[in-house]
T-cell receptor, first 113, second 111 residues
Framework: NAGVTQTPKFRVLKTGQSMTLLCAQD?????MYWYRQDPGMGLRLIHY???????AKGEVPDGYNVSRLKKQNFLLGLESAAPSQTSVYFC????????????FGPGTRLLVL | RKEVEQDPGPFNVPEGATVAFNCTYS??????FFWYRQDCRKEPKLLMS???SGNEDGRFTAQLNRASQYISLLIRDSKLSDSATYLC????????????FGPGTRLSVLP
């Protein structure tokens, strides 16, 4: 089992460019999450999904969109990147979402110039 | 007030020392509690869940005090490999989307 994987690992964007981050999990988990982590702050939830075809907003959704067309994949899109979106992005998944362990991917480091 | 607060750190301790981290949370209705470990430039990984009665896993002991709304993590006989950032995580609802992460406390164990 690969667990949770993320692509790309690192990306540099110019302000206004768009990109998509891909998260994949092979554990048959229902719940998937996108977080961002900034220095001195805890991970903050951007969007999450409770199952294939569903998505919902988290704490900091502005500037991001997501899609969950397949159960194993959760995509995070930045339509028009801004320097404030420079961060480390982590995807996570959990089996049922009822407060049990979340498994994280290795992260994507994004720099927006 | 932040929802989950942790000791600011960093903690620099010699090998073999005992070190304790504290975490406080704001929502008295919080359901479950965890300690995650995050190595430098890596993803967070579950260290242990925290149960009301307290629980131990080898050199690690976690305690929960619901009345005072704080959680602690005790590491005994510190090893060099324990150097990492320790994240306190509180589930403030019934589901995973209600996980709130503390900012973390960094530990460096020195030879």
């Amino acid at each position: 089992n690969a667990g949770v994987t993320q692509t790309p690992k690192f990306r540099v964007l110019k302000t206004g460019q768009s990109m998509t981050l891909l998260c994949a999990q092979d554990m048959n988990h229902e719940y998937m999450y996108w977080y961002r982590q900034d220095p001195g702050m805890g991970l903050r939830l951007i969007h999450y999904s409770v199952g294939e075809g569903t998505t919902a907003k988290g704490e900091v959704p502005d500037g991001y969109n997501v899609s969950r067309l397949k159960k194993q994949n959760f995509l995070l899109g930045l339509e028009s990147a801004a320097p404030s979106q420079t961060s480390v992005y982590f995807c996570a998944s959990s089996y049922s979402g009822k407060g049990e362990t979340q498994y994280f991917g290795p992260g994507t480091r994004l720099l927006v110039l | 007030r932040k929802e989950v607060e942790q000791d600011p750190g960093p903690f620099n301790v010699p090998e073999g020392a005992t070190v304790a981290f504290n975490c406080t949370y704001s929502n008295s209705a919080s359901q479950s509690f965890f300690w995650y470990r995050q190595d430098c430039r890596k993803e967070p990984k579950l260290l242990m869940s925290v149960y009301s009665s307290g629980n131990e896993d080898g050199r690690f002991t976690a305690q929960l005090n619901r009345a005072s709304q704080y959680i602690s993590l005790l590491i005994r006989d510190s090893k060099l490999s324990d150097s990492a950032t320790y994240l306190c995580v509180v589930n403030m609802g019934n589901y995973g989307q209600n996980f709130v992460f503390g900012p973390g406390t960094r530990l460096s164990v020195l030879p």
